[in-house]
């Protein structure tokens, strides 16, 4: 397993640069549809990469925390393989791509299946409700815990935004009580949607989330505390995952510039993972229109082709002389 790079203080200077770079770009607009997300100051921007040996390189706004949102669904992925197994989740919640918006009703009906991949809200919200726990708070706090792990520290919820969130939550109850009727939904469907809007409103730094995004590329292990956090067939699983359907319907576009897994969330944060290497986080709360960072997006795209990271970059063999 190779480490990010070898030279930290490249890095350090690549990572200040892609801020200075960047900072200035005023495209896009915050999230309005959750009226919480809409108030956070657009201009706030941050991007930590840490290596899988434990390197941290941070610049901008790194103190300011955010709700995760959708970024959270490849942790909960995680622990929903290592509660049941990888063969059982890929049963029971799929991982196809469906080429369609996040929260695409026609993405479920289409091949009347229901959740295609745990990366969009229907299958997400399934995912959630197979974690363990018999009730509801028993879920919740197996979720809040495992995922703070992933941190290696103790994340709290966003009350403001989780009760923004829960008062606009029509669209994703309807997907759950579609799920129920196709019976892809493991527990009880609002209940499960309540949940799921509480594992989208934990509070995280652009820090926090290079550390659980440098988890999946170190086999599971914490890089910072060193703790196993699930077993390492688990990430190439979630990675996998997230390369296929992490940016939705721009997941094919994503993967031709970066070239590595990634996933988003409509607060505006981004994560990209590097396998073997480590994880680059962003923050930046305006989007594009599919709800994708684009402050983030193309700090990664930066970052990946300056750091030599894109999986499918390759060089002619130099046959010896």
């Known amino acids: 397993?190779?480490?990010?790079?070898?030279?930290?203080?490249?890095?350090?200077?690549?990572?200040?640069?892609?801020?200075?770079?960047?900072?200035?770009?005023?495209?896009?607009?915050?999230?309005?549809?959750?009226?919480?997300?809409?108030?956070?100051?657009?201009?706030?921007?941050?991007?930590?990469?840490?290596?899988?040996?434990g390197a941290v390189h941070l610049a901008g706004?790194?103190?300011?925390?955010?709700?995760?949102?959708?970024?959270?669904?490849?942790?909960?992925?995680?622990?929903?393989?290592?509660?049941?197994?990888?063969?059982?989740?890929?049963?029971?919640?799929?991982?196809?791509?469906?080429?369609?918006?996040?929260?695409?009703?026609?993405?479920?009906?289409?091949?009347?299946?229901?959740?295609?991949?745990?990366?969009?809200?229907?299958?997400?919200?399934?995912?959630t409700s197979l974690v363990p726990g018999t009730t509801a708070e028993e879920k919740w706090q197996f979720l809040q815990t495992q995922i703070s792990r992933f941190a290696g520290r103790s994340l709290t919820l966003n009350e403001v935004v989780y009760a923004s969130e829960a008062a606009h939550n029509r669209h994703n109850q309807g997907l759950a009580k579609l799920l129920d009727a196709y019976d892809r939904i493991f527990f009880d469907p609002l209940q499960a949607?309540?949940?799921?809007?509480?594992?989208?409103?934990?509070?995280?730094?652009?820090?926090?989330?290079?550390?659980?995004?440098?988890?999946?590329?170190?086999?599971?292990?914490?890089?910072?505390?060193?703790?196993?956090?699930?077993?390492?067939?688990?990430?190439?699983?979630v990675l996998a995952v997230m390369v296929t359907a992490g940016l939705y319907e721009q997941s094919g576009d994503w993967l031709y510039e970066v070239g590595l897994p990634g996933k988003s969330g409509v607060s505006g944060g981004m994560l990209t993972v590097s396998p073997g290497r480590g994880a680059l986080a962003t923050f930046a709360p305006p989007l594009d229109a599919a709800g994708n960072s684009i402050k983030g997006?193309?700090?990664?795209?930066?970052?990946?082709?300056?750091?030599?990271?894109?999986?499918f970059a390759s060089r002619p063999w130099a046959q010896p002389v």
């Open 193 to 237: 949607t309540d949940i799921y809007t509480k594992q989208c409103a934990l509070n995280v730094t652009v820090r926090d989330l290079a550390v659980m995004g440098a988890t999946l590329a170190n086999g599971g292990v914490n890089p910072i505390t060193g703790e196993m956090i699930i077993d390492p067939i688990h990430c190439q699983h």
């Open 61 to 127: 706004d790194t103190q300011v925390e955010f709700s995760m949102q959708s970024v959270s669904k490849p942790f909960v992925f995680a622990l929903v393989c290592q509660a049941i197994g990888e063969q059982a989740a890929k049963e029971k919640l799929g991982v196809n791509n469906t080429g369609l918006p996040f929260n695409s009703v026609l993405a479920m009906e289409r091949l009347h299946t229901g959740a295609h991949n745990p990366m969009v809200n229907a299958g997400a919200i399934a995912a």
């Open 297 to 311: 997006q193309k700090v990664a795209q930066h970052l990946s082709t300056t750091l030599g990271l894109n999986l």
């Open 1 to 53: 397993m190779s480490l990010l790079l070898p030279d930290p203080v490249l890095v350090a200077n690549l990572v200040r640069d892609s801020y200075q770079r960047f900072q200035g770009i005023t495209d896009g607009k915050n999230a309005d549809y959750i009226p919480a997300l809409a108030q956070v100051p657009p201009d706030l921007f941050a991007i930590a990469l840490v290596g899988v040996n």
